[in-house]
């Protein structure tokens, strides 16, 4: 995993936006809140994709954790393809232990049993996603995807990053940057 160190002149606490022709199927119209992106590389976690084989429950079964004042359920995305077996929790900033990381001020990352444990009691953070695994680029290589094409940027909210409307989620955040996604090319042009 890069290093997650946050530098002001790269993409941290921004949404990474799948372009149309993303080759990848496993970003085909994802949207990625990068957590980090530096000379080192970068580390985002996809926010719009659900995992239909585990359930909250079920990883706290897992993890031998009794839930306790769960009220709403809580479902367990898809962070991407490295690390699948790892957890992470992004989180509204109300919610701090000496292992988060805060992002931009309004949206932290925490990987530790303890905010499962605090979840599950009905404690944490104000708004949460649970993701297994990440996207992960090298150096470099997230800044030549989005010049070969591959992704669009746009500015993050909490509400594009926690609510539950998966299936609209990507068209949202192009429509946050005035992009009708019917509009879009998957060819890089050159002038």
Partial sequence: MPDLTPSPDYLTGHLLVAMPGMRDPRFEKTVIYLCAHNADGAMGLVVNRVLESLSFPDLLTQLDIQPVGLGEEIRVHFGGPVETGRGFVLHSADYIQPATMSVDGRISLTAT???????AEGGGPRSCMLALGYAGWGPGQLDNEIKMNGWLHVDADEALVFDDDLD???ERALAKIGIDPRMLSDTAGHA
Avoid: Q, S, V
Wanted: overall charge positive.
């Fill in 113 to 119: 049993i303890d905010i499962l444990r605090a979840i």
């Fill in 168 to 170: 609209t989620k990507w």
